[in-house]
């Protein structure tokens, strides 16, 4: 699936196989209402404007099939995002001045197609440097995924690897909560807009889970809309793959969204992102989560009892929604929406796969009785509540961003003598 704007083009395979046109083209009707206005050229006008097929478009057939080969020294950093603090390493923004430019990033503040860079320091994982070998391998496999930030390219050189992805203009979903939410502490956010980012998460889920991938950190922060304000995942740090039947011991996560087996230590699967989504889905509705405290221990016992008190100024505006977050957020992981597929009475494999989970929180009232339609969602085809400002002309008008980057390498020369992809080679650096 390919999202375009004013001065791109498909079709391009028609041309060059004689095949019959076989996309689907659906026209994004944005908020100014400005009018489509798409001209059409046939092969033999097109060959005499421009010139032979073949030479002009194999190139983009091959980027759209594959994704585009970005070389490092041709990303040139606009600045640091104070967005989002990831797990290891920190987030560039950046833009690959090789990319033939058009009017889609015309105003992009020099040109160029934007991504994002995450940075690390090998210093930081010199103890564990699987663990970023993990997080490629888990991009890698999710660049498909309609509802992650797929994963561009990876790098190193001495001191730092590099992971290089898609990147969310409309800046991250707690930005946007932040702006929704009254001084006060009442939501903004309607009861439809709720579901549709909530609905976004299940899709994601859906995914990950199929490949047996659990996320382990699902929250705003780590939600990036895209130029159609759809969310997408951004860090992959603690996302860990888990066969059925399987169960992980790591304490690991944001204290106030870790399911209560996570925070037991009594080991954990899929349902504990089907609580995360609870969490989610609360906050989304009422701005904050359930069982925050000031204090890291009363948040833990606030989450193995479970008791939800939602905010008086809510009474009018309660829906299914709130019934779908009591599912989720039951201790009990037998009892919980979108895990009674995935386990079995005694704790061990069931015969139901795992992937039926997200069947059983999608079948709930709430978006049953809203005809809410997952394969719109899917393929992106809903308004979403928020349209990004600037999102679709690549401008970074919704992220902050800082110059000055503290933990960047200082190097003899203007970028490092090696830059190479890395793989099971990778090893910590002497780093001072």
Excluded at 296 to 312: E, N, Y
Excluded at 347 to 353: L, P
Excluded at 400 to 425: C, Q, R, V, Y
């Amino acid at each position: 699936m390919q999202w375009l704007s004013a001065g791109d083009f498909f079709g391009e395979r028609a041309l060059l196989t004689s095949e019959p046109a076989g996309a689907t083209v659906k026209v994004w009707i944005l908020p100014s209402k400005k009018p489509l206005t798409c001209y059409c050229l046939d092969r033999d006008a097109f060959t005499n404007l421009l010139g032979p097929l073949q030479d002009l478009l194999s190139h983009v057939v091959e980027e759209r099939a594959h994704g585009p080969d970005v070389h490092f020294e041709h990303l040139k950093t606009r600045g640091v995002l104070d967005l989002h603090i990831s797990t290891f390493g920190r987030y560039k923004l950046v833009t690959h001045m090789k990319e033939k430019r058009s009017s889609r990033s015309a105003g992009a503040g020099g040109g160029g197609r934007p991504f994002l860079l995450k940075c690390v320091r090998k210093g930081q994982v010199e103890d564990e440097p699987a663990k970023l070998l993990e997080e490629k391998r888990l991009l890698a496999m999710c660049k498909e995924v309609p509802f992650c930030l797929a994963l561009i390219g990876t790098y190193q050189d001495s001191g730092e690897l590099y992971f290089l992805r898609e990147v969310g203009l409309g800046g991250d979903l707690k930005s946007l909560l932040h702006k929704t939410t009254h001084e006060d502490g009442e939501s903004l956010l309607e009861d439809s807009a709720c579901m549709f980012y909530a609905g976004c998460v299940i899709g994601a889920l859906h995914h990950l889970h199929d490949m047996h991938i659990l996320y382990r950190d699902l929250k705003p922060e780590n939600l990036h809309l895209d130029d159609l304000g759809y969310p997408r995942l951004c860090d992959f740090g603690l996302a860990k793959e888990l066969p059925d039947g399987g169960k992980t011991f790591t304490l690991c996560g944001t204290p106030e969204y870790m399911a209560p087996e996570v925070v037991k230590h009594k080991g954990s699967a899929y349902p504990a992102d089907w609580w995360s989504l609870g969490i989610f889905t609360f906050e989304l509705f009422v701005g904050k989560t359930p069982f925050e405290d000031d204090d890291p221990f009363q948040v833990t016992c606030k989450i193995l009892k479970s008791q939800i008190k939602w905010p008086s100024y809510l009474d009018h505006r309660i829906t299914h929604g709130a019934d779908l977050i009591d599912n989720l957020l039951q201790v009990d992981q037998h009892k919980r929406l979108g895990s009674k597929c995935c386990l079995s009475p005694n704790g061990g494999k069931s015969s139901a796969n795992h992937f039926n989970g997200s069947r059983e929180v999608r079948e709930h009232m709430w978006f049953h009785e809203n005809d809410f339609d997952f394969h719109q969602i899917e393929a992106k085809e809903f308004p979403a509540p928020f349209i990004p400002r600037g999102a679709v002309q690549y401008e970074p008008a919704n992220i902050a961003l800082s110059d000055a980057d503290p933990h960047a390498m200082l190097w003899s020369k203007e970028l490092p003598t090696l830059l190479t992809d890395f793989g099971e080679d990778v090893s910590a650096a002497d780093i001072s």
